[in-house]
């Protein structure tokens, strides 16, 4: 222990991280926990607590028996207009799709196109860990809580060789922060309480088997399920950043009451999970929760929509009032059609009196839009309705753009935590593949998801960063989408082609898979050749013109993107035989025309028939020998030669 604290007699040593035997450090990693759970986070649970009861119906969450509801109960009217603003508010925040990318800094051509990978690796890791679904429940974490969680993890660090990355959500009031070590900087300890099935955990750590069958189960408060109705033991997940990136100060364990069950050291200075706040804190880590803004406003509303209920159950129910003296006999009052009712004195007065002053109703109607315009929700967008007067698709993208700019913050902090996701994916992978070489991942191509090794894509921290680029800027509904896309072709600024691969709609895909083939053939061979692939030549079936075109342009851009000469060249040679291609097969062409022609000319001669022998040749057979020279054995001049016979 340091001169420091050894003079500083009132000081509590709180610091597990230096702990060297397991049991010491559980128990001081559960004391710190029970310490924050009572001294700071006491207050911030029960408002989470308040804010879920808000938001829907608690009583089927563990261990809720033992909580008074903040909402009615279901025999009482409420019209929850909280839930319907942190809905709409969900659904506005989260209908654009973040796609993290990795944007090279003053990178080569290879790291380049190792960022193009681990985009797509990113994209296909997305879509496997159902991360965009995870996002819209931290939003809701958020708005609820004033903060959402999501964190990735090894899924089997004991056992490299089939170790995977997995995410995962955080419910926030499983998480723990000392709120006094977090005012004006940012906390270097936090906490994750879990609840695990005691023989589920006996798998996991075998070595520890005696200890967890003895570990302690959790108190059962505010939401925690009794202990005694499952075999459930109380697990803390712990850690402790590094002073510095890559110093080896900082921890990371997982305990039970009574053992750590695993303990590595922690190199970062950032925990390792991503975040999502509605409203930045002022001070401190955590961020503010929408809900509470809105929640005197709902409480009011469910105090008047229960004395209108109770109003109404007594008051507006239709009432006959007749004198004693009238002689009414009360049988004769019924519902027949055509009932005659004999009567003396005056006639019986029917009643129905008003249950509640209207200014009760405009007063509850004043409630919703307030609670709407604290959740900074739009009355209309919650409910689904366009506003009157809009009809054109102008106006109603141009008010949509503006109601998006109300959640500008929130919407910024959800692409945050997709990039920061997303980094600490890359770093995990990283881990693995130092414990295994032969570690790969999967990435999405356009012809579908390969497999590589992860030190084919793996780019030092230091190389790039991560940005966030929309699925689409087009409009989401398909209406939208093809009107913005008509328009941009009335324009010019593309043409039909691109029109087919903008649209990706499933009534085009037939049409855009043919459309858009020749050209993403050539794009892959290109690409495929400047990565340092073998040559593959042109081919007679492919559009030798746009490839001509298209390699020429890949080609300046490889050149100024710094690529090796000797993978241009292979571009280069391309082009030069696509060039070539059709002269070659202009003259085979040729050649083939020519012998056709000379083919043809042979069957003519020989289908022609034999020319008939000249008329002078009967008198030539008549004619006497002296034709011939008697000392020579050829004809004379102009004499004709005697068949033989």
């Known amino acids: 222990m340091s001169a420091y604290f050894e003079m500083t007699s009132d000081f509590v040593d709180r610091r597990w991280w230096p702990v060297k035997k397991p049991l010491d450090q559980a128990i001081i990693v559960f004391n710190e926990v029970e310490r924050i759970d009572r ?138 922060i000392d709120d006094q070590s977090a005012i004006d900087v940012m906390p270097r300890e936090c906490y994750v309480r879990r609840f695990m099935d005691r023989t589920l955990m006996m798998d996991l750590f075998p070595k520890f088997r005696g200890d967890i069958a003895v570990a302690k189960s959790p108190e059962q408060r505010y939401w925690f399920s009794p202990a005694d109705q499952a075999d459930i033991i109380e697990v803390i997940e712990a850690w402790h950043c590094a002073s510095l990136d890559g110093k080896d100060d900082g921890m990371h364990v997982i305990c ?56 109404m159950h007594l008051h507006a129910i239709p009432r006959v009032f007749i004198q004693r003296q009238s002689g009414i006999v009360k049988s004769h009052m019924q519902n027949d059609v055509g009932v005659m009712v004999e009567y003396d004195g005056s006639p019986p007065v029917f009643l129905t009196p008003a249950s509640m002053g209207s200014d009760v109703f ?26 009157i007067g809009l009809d054109s698709g102008a106006a109603l993208r141009t008010y949509n753009d503006v109601q998006s700019r109300r959640w500008i913050n929130l919407e910024r902090s959800y692409e945050k935590m997709h990039t920061d996701l997303a980094r600490e994916l890359a770093l995990l992978e990283k881990q693995i593949a130092e414990s295994n070489p032969s570690h790969d991942v999967t990435y999405e191509t356009k012809r579908g998801v390969n497999k590589t090794k992860w030190k084919d894509i793996e780019l030092a921290e230091d190389r790039y960063k991560t940005r966030i680029y929309s699925s689409s800027a087009l409009p989401n509904t398909p209406a939208g989408k093809l009107q913005a896309l008509e328009d941009m072709v009335k324009v010019g600024i593309i043409d039909q082609e691109t029109f087919i691969q903008l649209a990706d709609m499933p009534d085009f895909e037939s049409i855009r898979d043919l459309k858009v083939a020749p050209r993403e053939l050539l794009e892959e061979a290109f690409e495929e050749m400047l990565e340092g692939g073998e040559y593959v030549g042109p081919e007679p079936y492919n559009n030798l013109q746009m490839g001509i075109e298209l390699g020429s342009m890949m080609i300046q851009k490889a050149q100024r993107e710094g690529a090796d000469e000797q993978d241009i060249q292979k571009v280069r040679d391309w082009i030069a035989e696509a060039i070539e291609l059709p002269k070659l097969a202009q003259r085979l062409q040729q050649q083939e025309m020519a012998a056709e022609q000379q083919a043809q000319m042979v069957d003519e001669q020989a289908n022609m028939p034999p020319e008939p022998p000249p008329e002078n040749a009967e008198r030539a057979q008549i004619q006497p020998a002296a034709n011939l020279s008697p000392m020579s054995a050829t004809p004379t001049q102009g004499a004709v030669p005697a068949p033989y016979g």
């Open 39 to 176: 001294d700071t986070v006491g207050n911030r649970q029960q408002s989470i607590l308040e804010s879920c009861a808000l938001y829907g119906e608690i009583g089927t969450w563990p261990g809720a028996t033992v909580v008074s509801r903040t909402l009615p109960s279901s025999r009482r009217i409420s019209h929850n207009v909280i839930a319907t603003a942190t809905d709409a508010l969900v659904a506005e925040v989260t209908q654009s799709v973040p796609r993290p990318m990795a944007v090279t800094v003053g990178g080569t051509f290879k790291e380049r196109n190792r960022a193009k990978k681990l985009t797509k690796y990113w994209e296909a890791k997305f879509d496997e860990e159902n991360v965009h679904d995870l996002g819209r429940q931290a939003v809701r974490d958020c708005i609820l809580a004033g903060i959402g969680i999501l964190r990735p993890y090894r899924d089997n660090p004991l056992d490299p060789a089939n170790d995977t990355t997995r995410v995962e959500r955080i419910f926030p009031g499983h998480f723990l």
């Open 256 to 311: 039970v009451n009574n053992t750590t069950l695993y303990k590595e050291t922690y190199t970062r200075t950032r925990f390792p999970m991503s975040f999502v706040r509605p409203v930045p804190p002022q001070r401190g880590f955590w961020g503010e929760g929408l809900v509470m803004r809105a929640a005197p406003a709902q409480f009011e509303l469910n105090k008047l929509l229960r004395r209108v209920q109770e109003s």
């Open 362 to 387: 405009q007063h509850i109607q004043t409630l919703e839009q307030w609670i709407y315009k604290e959740m900074g929700v739009s009355e209309l967008s919650a409910n689904s309705k366009k506003p």
